[in-house]
C-alpha cells in the first residue's frame, strides 16, 4: 500500500463533529465558477428575454407594492418616494431570501450529483449565495438609475455615511440565509414537508420584517411589538440598510449587534450539522 505522502490529495472519512476543513473550499474555487455558470445558463435558457428579467423582475415587484401598499393600502414610507422606498427594500429582502430558499434545497436538489463525485458539498450553497450577490448588484444599479430619474423630477433620498456599513448588512444578509439555509437542507433529508413550507415560512417572515413598511409604523400599534420586530434578526439589517441608502428612519446599532450574534449562532450550528449530515445523507435523501 502506497504511503499518503505520495498522493497530491486524500479523502478520509469525516468522524466528529467538528471534522470540518473550510479550505476544501478555496481549493475548489474553479468548481464554484462553473457551478455559477450552470446556474445562470440553467436560469434562462429557452427564454425569450433571458437576462434582461434581473431588470424587469424588480421594477414589477417595486410597482405592484407601490400601488398595493403604497397607494391602495396608504402605508406611509417616512417621507422616501414610494417607488425607491419598496425597490430598495425589494432588493434587500429578495437577496436574503434567495440564499435561503436555494441554500435549502441544496441536498434534494444535488443528490444526483452528490452521489456520484466527491467535493466539499458546501460548495453548492456557498455557489447560490454567490449567484444571489449578482442579482443583487444589478438591482442596485438598477435603483440608482432609477434615483437619478427621480431626483430630475424632484423626488430625492438622502444616502448619508452610514453606506460605509453596506458591505458589512450585505454579508450579513448572506451569512445568515445560508446559516438559516443549511438547517433546513440538513433536516429535509429525512423530513420532505419541510421543502413545501419553505416558501410559506418566508412569505410570513418578511411581513413579520418591515419590509414593505418602515419600523416608526410598527410604534403606533404597541412599544412591545416594535421590540418583538426588533429581535428578528433580519429587522435591524433592513432598517439601517434602509437608512443608510434612503435616509428614513435612523440607524439602531444595539439591535444590530444582537443581530449578528444570532446571525454567528444560525450558521455556526448550520454548519456544524451540515456537515454531519453529509456523511449520511445519501441514505436517507
Same mark, same amino acid.
Given at each position: *500500500?502506497?504511503?499518503?505522502?505520495?498522493?497530491?490529495?486524500?479523502?478520509?472519512?469525516?468522524?466528529?463533529?467538528?471534522?470540518?476543513?473550510?479550505?476544501?473550499?478555496?481549493?475548489?474555487?474553479?468548481?464554484?465558477? *462553473?457551478?455559477?455558470?450552470?446556474?445562470?445558463?440553467?436560469?434562462?435558457?429557452?427564454?425569450?428575454?433571458?437576462?434582461?428579467?434581473?431588470?424587469?423582475?424588480?421594477?414589477?415587484?417595486?410597482?405592484?407594492?407601490?400601488?398595493?401598499?403604497?397607494?391602495?393600502?396608504?402605508?406611509?414610507?417616512?417621507?422616501?418616494?414610494?417607488?425607491?422606498?419598496?425597490?430598495?427594500?425589494?432588493? !434587500?429582502?429578495?437577496? %436574503?431570501? !434567495?440564499?435561503?430558499?436555494?441554500?435549502?434545497?441544496?441536498?434534494?436538489?444535488?443528490?444526483?450529483?452528490?452521489?456520484?463525485?466527491?467535493?466539499?458539498?458546501?460548495?453548492?450553497?456557498?455557489?447560490?449565495?454567490?449567484?444571489?450577490?449578482?442579482?443583487?448588484?444589478?438591482?442596485?444599479?438598477?435603483?440608482?438609475?432609477?434615483?437619478?430619474?427621480?431626483?430630475?423630477?424632484?423626488?430625492?433620498?438622502?444616502?448619508?455615511?452610514?453606506?460605509?456599513?453596506?458591505?458589512?448588512?450585505?454579508?450579513? *444578509?448572506?451569512?445568515?440565509?445560508?446559516?438559516?439555509?443549511?438547517?433546513?437542507?440538513?433536516?429535509?433529508?429525512?423530513?420532505?414537508?419541510?421543502?413545501?413550507?419553505?416558501?410559506?415560512?418566508?412569505?410570513?417572515?418578511?411581513?413579520?420584517?418591515?419590509?414593505?413598511?418602515?419600523?416608526?409604523?410598527?410604534?403606533?400599534? !404597541?412599544?412591545? %411589538?416594535?421590540?418583538?420586530?426588533?429581535?428578528?434578526?433580519?429587522?435591524?439589517? *433592513?432598517?439601517?440598510?434602509?437608512?443608510?441608502?434612503?435616509?428614513?428612519?435612523?440607524?439602531?446599532?444595539?439591535?444590530?449587534?444582537?443581530?449578528?450574534?444570532?446571525?454567528?449562532?444560525?450558521? %455556526?450550528?448550520?454548519?456544524?450539522?451540515?456537515?454531519?449530515?453529509?456523511?449520511?445523507?445519501?441514505?436517507?435523501?
Amino acid at each position: *500500500m502506497k504511503n499518503n505522502s505520495e498522493w497530491t490529495t486524500v479523502i478520509k472519512p469525516k468522524a466528529g463533529w467538528f471534522d470540518i476543513n473550510l479550505k476544501e473550499l478555496w481549493h475548489y474555487r474553479d468548481l464554484i465558477f *462553473m457551478f455559477l455558470k450552470r446556474n445562470f445558463n440553467s436560469a434562462y435558457k429557452q427564454t425569450v428575454l433571458g437576462p434582461l428579467w434581473f431588470l424587469i423582475s424588480p421594477l414589477l415587484s417595486s410597482a405592484t407594492y407601490t400601488i398595493v401598499f403604497g397607494h391602495i393600502a396608504r402605508i406611509s414610507t417616512d417621507g422616501v418616494p414610494q417607488f425607491l422606498f419598496y425597490m430598495c427594500s425589494n432588493a !434587500a429582502w429578495g437577496y %436574503f431570501s !434567495a440564499c435561503l430558499s436555494s441554500t435549502a434545497s441544496t441536498f434534494t436538489s444535488n443528490a444526483y450529483l452528490f452521489g456520484k463525485v466527491y467535493f466539499p458539498r458546501l460548495v453548492s450553497p456557498v455557489t447560490t449565495v454567490i449567484y444571489g450577490l449578482l442579482s443583487f448588484v444589478i438591482q442596485m444599479l438598477l435603483f440608482t438609475v432609477c434615483s437619478v430619474v427621480l431626483a430630475a423630477r424632484g423626488q430625492y433620498i438622502h444616502p448619508n455615511i452610514y453606506m460605509l456599513y453596506l458591505p458589512l448588512m450585505i454579508a450579513q *444578509m448572506a451569512l445568515l440565509g445560508l446559516g438559516v439555509g443549511i438547517i433546513i437542507s440538513s433536516v429535509t433529508t429525512k423530513y420532505r414537508d419541510l421543502t413545501i413550507l419553505i416558501g410559506f415560512g418566508l412569505q410570513l417572515w418578511m411581513y413579520a420584517t418591515p419590509v414593505v413598511y418602515p419600523i416608526s409604523q410598527v410604534a403606533s400599534i !404597541a412599544p412591545w %411589538f416594535q421590540r418583538l420586530i426588533w429581535l428578528n434578526p433580519v429587522a435591524p439589517i *433592513m432598517n439601517n440598510f434602509r437608512y443608510a441608502i434612503l435616509g428614513c428612519g435612523s440607524f439602531n446599532y444595539t439591535y444590530w449587534g444582537i443581530s449578528w450574534i444570532v446571525t454567528a449562532l444560525f450558521l %455556526f450550528f448550520g454548519v456544524l450539522i451540515f456537515s454531519r449530515v453529509e456523511k449520511t445523507f445519501m441514505d436517507t435523501v
